[in-house]
Structure formats: structure tokens, C-alpha cells
């Protein structure tokens, strides 16, 4: 049964999302701002185009905030619009927007692993939390063709995920970005099959590895004998993909496998955070050096690493400056929802990285 065909469920299934649904203004604003009716997440500052990022992140705000009406609406546009009409059978294209001659319709049809991982952890944990049999049946088919499409056996690293089905072997080495590994959503995943277990540890590994500075790389490479070198295209600058590393790792139960080694190991970003007053914009992930200023999402995305960490003095700062200054467009708001949510106790990830949402806990403050 296809997502397109399932019904939203009784009266009484919708009163329940509705007693919660409407207690996170940030939310309820993005979905105001950025959402379309028939469950579109649009970034104005690209054309108004739409990912399977987009989609899948929020799948999980509306699975945080008790949504399961937003929940719906995202899950049916990205199956009909970005999978085919089938999520059971195809993985969204990654990009989807108005082309030359002004239709709209996918742009790139190359999958993006990190939404294939979000979105099969947001439908395992729906299905868990919501009782919807059928949100897992499709979590684990997604979770399937992520294994067939993406994974791969890497010299020196193991079975790894490769940011997408085509595209990111090259001559100089395959190309990975260790912000699509989220240790909690793939420890999530390890009781489905060994193969879960096998890719959560390569990715700590990883983690530890690519990071001897404690800066995150937006990208790297893996040559074919193993060695981890610095990106072909982007070289040792993190940034924006980067800075997601930071607050995955921040986010950890502290049961979590290799909580206190991953958090040492990226505590430099903190320590530069500290100093300048908020998050550089870029690092140099080799001299450990960072230049500018992050925008306001980037102070969200530390949040929950400065909490972990106890920098209570830089995490006020933060704090203070996401008051003085809300965060505005796509990137921002996403990373806003994710740290300052956390902040606020919306939700947490148990060690076993299974969601711990605060529906009964949440304020509803305007």
C-alpha cells in the first residue's frame, strides 16, 4: 500500500495529533513560510525549489511537534513527486523545481542518502510512536533500497554510505560527507540487520578519523588503498554541510556508543566558538584554523554541543543570539529547529537512538 493511498485514520487518531500538533511555534511558523498546502518544503533563496532534504527533515519536525497531518501531507508529496508514486520501489530525487521553459518537475534524479536515512528513520519512528504498521513496513523497504543503491565496501573503512547512487567515485577517490552519518539515526537502524550495526561502527570510526584537528570537513575522499584525504572539489574547508556533524554528535544520550571519544574528539569547534563569539563560518579542517561569522543557524546547530560539553557561558551567548536575531530562510530554520528544539526539550534521542519526543512535557507558549 503506497503512502498516496493511506488515510489519515479516525477522529479520534486526529483529535490526538491536534491536542499537541499546535504547541511549537517555530513550527508552526516554518510551515506557514515554507510549507506549501499539499506538503511542499520550499527554499526561496534557490528558485523556490524543493529536496528530498527538505521533505524528509520535515517529516521528522512534524513527528517531533505530533503532527500527523503535516506528517502526512510531506510523506504523500514526496512519494508522488519525488519517488514516482512509489517510495516502496524508489528512493526520492534529491532536487525538484521549475526548469528553463518553466515546468515543474524533478531536476535531478540522483538520490541523496542522508534524506533516504532520515526519511526511513522518521517513518520507523512514526510507526513506532503512532502505532501505523504501515509507516514501518515502509521505513524498512526504504532502508533495503539504501542498502542495494548506496552502501559500499571501502578500502580501510568498511561497508559505508556513499552520499548517492552515482556521482562520487573518482579517479582520486570516493567521496563521502560525514554529516549523512548521524550516529543516533544509524544506531536506530542496527536491530533491522547486522548490516545496520556494521555501518553504524564504520561510521564512528570515520567520525574520529576524518576530524585530527576536531574540525568536520564538509567533504572528504577515501582513495582506492584506504587513505582519507582531503575533498578533490572542496579541499579542507567545513562549513555548511559540516557544521551538522556538530549537532548530531551533540545531540547523543550519553549511553550512546563512543559519546565521550566523538565529543572530545570535535570539542576545537567549541573551543573556536568560544573565543570569537559565535561559530566560524568556515574552518580549515588541516591548520584548525576558522574565518568569519556563521549565520544565526549555525548558533542553533552548536547549541546542543555546547550543553554536552558544559560551556555554559558560550551556550548563553548562543542562546541570546538567536533571540536577538531569528533565524530566517530554509538552511537557518532547518538547523533552528533541530538545536534550538532540543534546546527546548521537544525531543531527545535515547541511547539506542530512538525518538523521545516531549509531547506531554512541551509548552504551548505563544
Given at each position: 500500500m503506497t503512502a498516496g493511498k493511506w488515510l489519515l485514520g479516525s477522529a479520534l487518531w486526529l483529535f490526538a495529533s491536534m491536542a499537541t500538533a499546535g504547541c511549537w511555534p517555530a513550527w508552526e511558523q516554518f510551515k506557514t513560510d515554507l510549507i506549501s498546502a499539499d506538503g511542499r518544503v520550499?527554499?526561496?533563496?534557490?528558485?523556490?525549489?524543493?529536496?528530498?532534504?527538505?521533505?524528509?527533515?520535515?517529516?521528522f519536525f512534524a513527528l517531533v511537534a505530533n503532527d500527523r497531518e503535516s506528517f502526512q501531507h510531506l510523506l504523500n508529496w514526496t512519494e508522488n513527486n519525488l519517488a514516482g508514486g512509489n517510495l516502496s520501489k524508489q528512493l526520492p530525487a534529491w532536487k525538484w523545481g521549475q526548469d528553463e521553459h518553466g515546468k515543474w518537475r524533478i531536476l535531478d534524479s540522483n538520490n541523496a542518502s542522508d534524506a533516504?536515512?532520515?526519511?526511513?528513520?522518521?517513518?520507523?519512528?512514526?510507526?513506532?510512536?503512532?502505532?501505523?504498521?504501515?509507516?514501518?513496513?515502509l521505513a524498512i523497504e526504504v532502508l533495503w533500497r539504501v542498502a542495494a543503491q548506496t552502501l559500499r565496501p571501502l578500502p580501510g573503512v568498511g561497508v559505508m554510505l556513499l552520499p548517492g547512487d552515482r556521482g562520487f567515485v573518482t579517479?582520486?577517490?570516493?567521496?563521502?560527507?560525514?554529516?549523512?552519518?548521524?550516529?543516533?539515526?544509524?544506531?536506530?537502524?542496527?536491530?533491522?540487520?547486522?548490516?545496520?550495526?556494521?555501518?553504524?561502527?564504520?561510521?564512528?570510526?570515520?567520525?574520529?578519523?576524518?576530524?585530527?584537528?576536531?574540525?568536520?570537513?564538509?567533504?572528504?575522499?577515501?582513495?582506492?588503498?584506504?587513505?582519507?584525504?582531503?575533498?578533490?572539489?572542496?579541499?579542507?574547508?567545513g562549513s555548511y554541510d559540516a557544521i551538522r556533524v556538530y549537532l548530531w554528535l551533540g545531540m547523543l544520550d550519553p549511553s550512546a556508543p563512543e559519546r565521550n571519544a566523538l565529543l572530545e574528539r570535535y570539542r576545537p569547534m567549541v573551543e573556536l566558538t568560544r573565543k570569537q563569539g559565535v561559530p566560524p563560518e568556515?574552518?580549515?579542517?588541516?591548520?584548525?584554523?576558522?574565518?568569519?561569522?556563521?549565520?544565526?543557524?549555525?548558533?542553533?546547530?552548536?547549541?546542543?554541543?555546547?550543553?554536552?560539553?558544559?560551556?555554559?557561558?558560550?551556550?548563553?551567548?548562543?542562546r541570546q543570539r538567536l533571540v536577538q536575531t531569528p533565524a530566517s530562510g530554509y538552511y537557518n530554520r532547518v538547523l533552528s529547529l533541530f538545536g534550538q528544539g532540543w534546546d527546548e526539550h521537544r525531543y531527545r534521542f535515547d541511547g539506542k537512538g530512538r525518538l523521545v519526543p516531549g509531547w506531554e512535557t512541551a509548552q504551548c507558549e505563544n
Open positions: 520550499i527554499d526561496p533563496a534557490q528558485g523556490r525549489i524543493s529536496t528530498s532534504e527538505g521533505q524528509t527533515y520535515g517529516l533516504d536515512l532520515w526519511l526511513a528513520y522518521s517513518l520507523l519512528e512514526a510507526g513506532r510512536l503512532w502505532a501505523v504498521a504501515e509507516y514501518r513496513e579517479a582520486q577517490g570516493t567521496r563521502l560527507n560525514t554529516s549523512y552519518l548521524p550516529p543516533q539515526v544509524l544506531e536506530r537502524f542496527t536491530e533491522l540487520a547486522p548490516l545496520w550495526d556494521e555501518l553504524a561502527r564504520n561510521s564512528r570510526k570515520l567520525l574520529l578519523d576524518s576530524a585530527p584537528k576536531g574540525l568536520a570537513p564538509d567533504w572528504l575522499a577515501v582513495t582506492d588503498n584506504g587513505t582519507l584525504r582531503h575533498d578533490p572539489v572542496n579541499g579542507a574547508k568556515t574552518v580549515n579542517v588541516e591548520s584548525g584554523a576558522g574565518t568569519g561569522q556563521g549565520p544565526v543557524g549555525f548558533s542553533a546547530a552548536m547549541l546542543p554541543l555546547l550543553a554536552a560539553l558544559k560551556e555554559h557561558s558560550a551556550l548563553q551567548q548562543q
